[in-house]
Nanobody, 124 residues
Framework: QVQLVESGGGLVQPGGSLRLSCKCS????????IGWFRQAPGKEREGVSC????????YYADSVKGRFTISRDNARNTVYLQMNSLKPEDTAVYYC?????????????????RGQGTQVTVSS
């Protein structure tokens, strides 16, 4: 049974950092691309970052480039999203999802499996 469980969200002040984790089970991390998405009230869903776990290629949305870093630990079947220099506009529910490739997961984010999400709130 495929499962993705996110953790690491919370309340942080502007300029602060958080590290999100996406613990995957039911499949081998090396065979799928993992993407982080976020959804804020009243806003469109945004593909934040992806990692192609086969070859390690990464993608970042322009809004997070230079501030967020995606990484993976295949031994732990976990993908991480390190978020630095957080801004109030980063506030959203963040969730991870699976896909066949970076292009596929960004164009059809609902095709694969996804977790329940974790809330990130950036506020003073």
């Amino acid at each position: 049974q495929v499962q993705l469980v996110e953790s690491g969200g919370g309340l942080v002040q502007p300029g602060g950092s958080l590290r999100l984790s996406c613990k995957c089970s039911g499949f081998t991390l090396g065979y799928l691309t993992i993407g982080w998405f976020r959804q804020a009230p009243g806003k469109e869903r945004e593909g934040v970052s992806c990692i192609s776990t086969g070859d390690g290629r990464t993608y970042y949305a322009d809004s997070v480039k230079g501030r967020f870093t995606i990484s993976r630990d295949n031994a732990r079947n976990t993908v991480y999203l390190q978020m630095n220099s957080l801004k109030p506009e980063d506030t959203a529910v963040y969730y991870c999802a699976t896909g066949a490739s970076i292009a596929a997961i960004l164009s059809r984010p609902d095709d694969g499996f996804r977790g329940q999400g974790t809330q990130v709130t950036v506020s003073s």
